[in-house]
């Protein structure tokens, strides 16, 4: 979407107000009537802003509802944070406030303590927060269940949301490897999805219950493996 | 779906191949027009059958698209099945037919030869082959992304298709727990996700390639772990 040339004067209007009307209006739109309905002309009308405003920042419909579900995720992420740090603040575990606030949101990066079952257990567990949130669930379902027929809309919801989410995990196990934890001839990418794709298909199929129980049993039974020791 | 009453003479008149009409049309029309579109009208109507002899035997469209799935499923295996031995018989591989044999469709459980590892991949890269039948991928596709927007359907999916699949490997992993070959503290409706998981989400969010190679690994890594040992 980046031009090569010097922004326009007209990028000057594209003020954080309509931005947010717009994400809005998209996001509400693909949860009431589905993706296959939901317009340019659609969004524009409901945000209240002219359909050229849209054609001007964003190519297609995707692009827009990508970029709406990308600032929802990064909300999501920002709730669920706050509403853990409140709880963890009643239940008085000031011991791990420290950790909360690095992990943050995943995409600032996943925490290097130096242990690696209790890093990535913490930020599988802010994954459970995140599927629980109301406000992100209905949206990412009917993305999700668009790019399950669309293979064009899936790989796009791929490349720019969710395998940019994956490769903080890769970044993590390397560390774990430079540092011994983990196995020097195993391939992150494949290894992040022991404990990440289970969680995928219970929210996705309605497999199973989503819980830290659950997140945290998938990181013991990926990083110590199923066969005895 | 069975009454507790006798047969009724109707029921005589279930021909296989009126059954085989009303599922070749479900799938046809969830694959062309998406599961909100599809009726039991349309069904009826493109089976070239009353919509009252629909109604006889299910109740509801959901019903109707599930038995056709599950048909297709059985189908798609018993394909993969033979396509794998005639390849396998093209290579000559003539020792691992026996396996393959009992292999069969997964509904007649997984293969316990006394090697867990050999087991599982030999299975999922049956399942592989099946996400590769082209017959199988539009309706299984149409069908999950339904589930994913639409909790009921999503959980009669699981109940109905998904969970009895996934039921023959806890099966497998407790034969596993017994033999000391997996330890016996691990919940194996859990430990299965590890390697059942991973692949689900490469099919339904295209994160990744399918290939033997792959399901291999996750194998060969769930059981070991990723921790050295």
Not at 202 to 209: H, M, N, S, V
Request: aromatic share 6%; net charge negative.
């Amino acid at each position: 979407m980046a031009s090569n040339n010097p922004a326009p004067p007209d990028s000057t209007r594209r003020s954080e107000r309509s931005r947010r009307a717009i994400y809005d209006a998209a996001i509400a739109l693909v949860v009431e009537i589905g993706y296959p309905k939901t317009t340019i002309e659609g969004i524009a009308a409901r945000a209240g802003v002219g359909k050229q405003t849209i054609y001007r920042w964003w190519g297609s419909k995707a692009e827009v509802l990508l970029e709406a579900f990308l600032d929802l995720s990064e909300q999501a992420a920002r709730t669920a944070a706050q509403e853990r740090e409140d709880r963890e603040g009643q239940e008085g575990q000031e011991g791990q406030e420290g950790q909360e606030g690095r992990a943050g949101h995943e995409s600032q990066g996943i925490p290097d303590t130096g242990d690696l079952a209790a890093d990535l257990k913490l930020v599988l567990r802010a994954t459970v927060d995140e599927l629980h949130n109301p406000a992100f669930e209905a949206p990412s379902r009917a993305l999700a269940a668009e790019g399950v027929v669309n293979e064009e809309l899936g790989r796009r919801f791929v490349a720019k949301l969710l395998e940019p989410q994956l490769q903080l995990y890769v970044d993590r196990l390397r560390s774990a490897q430079e540092a011994g934890q983990m196995r020097p001839d195993i391939d992150p990418r494949i290894a992040l999805e022991l404990f990440v794709s289970p969680l995928a298909q219970r929210w996705l199929q309605y497999t199973g219950p989503i819980t830290y129980a659950y997140t945290d049993t998938l990181v013991d039974y990926a990083l110590n493996g199923l066969a005895p020791r």
